[in-house]
């Protein structure tokens, strides 16, 4: 049996996500298909934070089609506590735009 690769959106969840939230079977081959995207993206050179911009405002958006605003809240104060904590730098991402937003002129 196919799936249909345009679901309607499910209903909305409340704020109380698990915190052991099931990983979904297909979340692999979405990341790949982000990742040949951002790859195609640069290639075409687009400015990088053009990109992750509109990737952000892209996943927004299909995070409001599935959870309620509390709960979208609770996903970026999760993201905001894995920034701070340092866990970009220890995934391998560049020291380059930290040493750049340094020298820029305030």
Do not use: C, F, W, Y
């Not at 909305?12 to 692999?28: C, F, M, N, R, W």
Request: glycine fraction near 6%; avoid cysteine; proline fraction near 7%.
């Amino acid at each position: 049996m196919q799936q249909n690769p345009n679901p309607a959106p499910r209903q909305t969840q409340s704020a109380d996500v698990p915190e052991d939230l099931e990983i979904p079977k297909d979340l692999g081959r979405a990341g790949a298909v982000v990742q040949k995207s951002i790859e195609h993206m640069l290639s075409m050179e687009l400015d990088a934070l053009s990109v992750a911009s509109a990737l952000l405002g892209g996943a927004m958006e299909v995070l409001s089609r599935v959870l309620d605003e509390a709960a979208i809240v609770k996903v970026l104060q999760n993201a905001i506590a894995s920034v701070e904590a340092g866990h970009l730098r220890r995934s391998g991402a560049s020291e380059e735009p930290a040493k750049a937003q340094e020298e820029q002129p305030k």
